[in-house]
């Protein structure tokens, strides 16, 4: 199969994540199996080829234009963008490049979908519904409604669906009234992110948080509630140590930065939170192995990548029950599900704190590990992902 994907979340970006992760481990995979993969990505990016042959790139900054121009006239909704492209200076296939398949994530690379003009387009669905929100609202009056409408025509004009889970297919039957049949989890390196033990990077004991530093992940809650934590429990609580970016979308900030975050809590709480900007993958691995615990407790996730690879790693992990890899897990078996409340969430820390045995512990971490093998390992992924597009091919 020749594959071409579409994607600006792409590792060595400033706005990088779990979906990008995701498609070079797919990309790889698939390649190694003799697939043709090419993937679109912005030329400014440093690229992880590995064993992909990277042959086009995409520019996110041509289509940002585009998206600029046509929110102030709604002409340019039918053009195609492969000419701005182009005109952009940007190397990318010929028009007529005979792709089996044609894969992306991002609602706005429609345009793209839409040039390219292929019999079997898939559409897969990582992105939240507040993520879709919060991207409408840069716009207003006018532009606002043609960007919903974009989102519409390209789950629309894509021949094929799936969704990471099925908290997102639901999410977008509702929103768009378009069937997403198929549901394929991301898949998580469970090679990399091993059991195996590795050295602490910290002389004291510590609770993790790994993600984008913006409301959506929960961190206005899991600072609040340690801080209740302390309070209650004293020096008894760990250290927290938070990994990850301020969340920024074109160049602006889009939320309180960790900074700020931190000057909102009293002194000798502060002193005890860490926070480190985004680490290679290679280098969170010692981080998941040796924390006490893991807490994600995002507002609202579809799938939720950290997840899986903290349980990949044997940690204990704490999350809410708004996330779509939650329907794979079973609450007290290999991870604690709680409510997304500040109340709940402290609850369910302390459980994981103070009231968990040794014994407890050590069954949740190897149970979490089997979990992520089982259900998200890369071959198993791969071979859900070449399944399905077997099925599109054979379709007529």
Same mark, same amino acid.
């Given at each position: 199969?020749?594959i071409?994907? @579409?994607?600006q ?5 400033n706005e990088?994540g779990?979906?990008?992760?995701h498609?070079?481990v797919?990309?790889?995979q698939?390649s190694?199996?003799?697939h ?5 990505? %912005?030329?400014?990016s440093s690229?992880?080829?590995d064993?992909?042959?990277?042959i086009?790139?995409w520019?996110s900054t041509?289509?940002g234009k ?8 709604? !002409?340019? &909704?039918?053009?195609c963008?492969?000419n701005l ?6 190397t990318?296939?010929e028009?007529?490049?005979?792709f ?10 429609f ?5 390219? /003009?292929?019999?079997r387009?898939?559409l897969?669905l ?6 879709t ?8 009056g006018f ?17 094929h ?5 099925r908290?997102?297919?639901k ?6 009234l ?5 549901v ?5 390196d469970? =090679? ?9 990077p910290?002389k004291?004991?510590?609770m ?5 530093? !913006?409301?959506?992940k929960?961190?206005?809650t899991?600072?609040d ?8 429990h ?6 927290l140590?938070?990994?990850?970016? %301020?969340?920024?979308?074109l160049?602006e900030l889009k ?7 931190l000057?909102?809590l009293p002194?000798n ?10 680490l290679?993958q290679?280098? @969170?691995?010692p981080?998941y192995?040796n924390a006490v ?6 507002l609202?996730?579809?799938? /939720?990548?950290?997840?899986g !690879? ?5 940690a &204990?992990?704490?999350t809410t029950?708004t996330t779509?890899?939650r =329907?794979?897990?079973?609450?007290? !078996?290999d &991870?604690? @599900? ?13 459980k ?5 045995t040794?014994?407890?512990r050590?069954r ?16 198993i992924?791969v ?8 099925? &599109? @091919?054979?379709?007529?």
């Amino acid at each position: 199969m020749k594959i071409a994907f @579409l994607s600006q979340e792409l590792p060595g970006m400033n706005e990088n994540g779990g979906i990008g992760f995701h498609f070079l481990v797919l990309a790889k995979q698939l390649s190694s199996q003799g697939h043709e993969v090419t993937i679109f990505y %912005d030329g400014s990016s440093s690229f992880h080829a590995d064993a992909v042959r990277c042959i086009g790139v995409w520019s996110s900054t041509a289509a940002g234009k585009f998206l600029e121009r046509i929110t102030r006239n709604h !002409e340019f &909704v039918r053009c195609c963008a492969w000419n701005l492209l182009v005109k952009s200076g940007v190397t990318v296939h010929e028009r007529n490049t005979p792709f089996s398949i044609i894969e992306t994530h991002e609602f706005h690379t429609f345009p793209m979908i839409l040039s390219l /003009g292929r019999e079997r387009v898939v559409l897969s669905l990582h992105g939240g519904k507040e993520q879709t929100a919060r991207l409408n609202q840069k716009y207003e009056g006018f532009s606002q409604l043609i960007l919903a409408r974009l989102e519409k025509i390209a789950l629309q004009r894509s021949t094929h669906r799936y969704a990471v889970s099925r908290l997102q297919a639901k999410t977008a039957e509702q929103t768009y009234l378009v069937p997403v049949p198929a549901v394929i989890p991301n898949a998580i390196d469970t =090679e990399l992110f091993s059991a195996k033990s590795v050295p602490s990077p910290r002389k004291t004991p510590y609770m993790l948080f790994v993600g984008r530093i !913006e409301h959506r992940k929960g961190i206005s809650t899991l600072l609040d509630v340690y801080v209740e934590l302390v309070g209650k429990h004293g020096p008894h609580v760990p250290d927290l140590v938070c990994i990850g970016d %301020d969340y920024y979308h074109l160049g602006e900030l889009k939320d309180l930065s960790f900074a700020d975050h931190l000057k909102k809590l009293p002194p000798n709480i502060a002193k005890k939170i860490t926070h480190i900007p985004q680490l290679p993958q290679s280098k @969170l691995v010692p981080y998941y192995v040796n924390a006490v615990c893991c807490v994600f407790p995002s507002l609202e996730e579809p799938f /939720g990548n950290v997840i899986g !690879e903290a349980m990949s790693c044997g940690a &204990v992990v704490v999350t809410t029950r708004t996330t779509g890899i939650r =329907e794979w897990l079973n609450n007290g !078996e290999d &991870v604690l @599900l709680t409510d997304p409340e500040p109340q709940a969430l402290v609850k369910a820390l302390e459980k994981c704190l103070f009231r968990m045995t040794d014994k407890q512990r050590g069954r949740i971490k190897r149970k979490a590990r089997a979990t992520v093998v089982r259900h998200f390992s890369q071959q198993i992924v791969v071979k859900k992902i070449v399944k399905f597009y077997t099925q &599109v @091919l054979k379709e007529k």
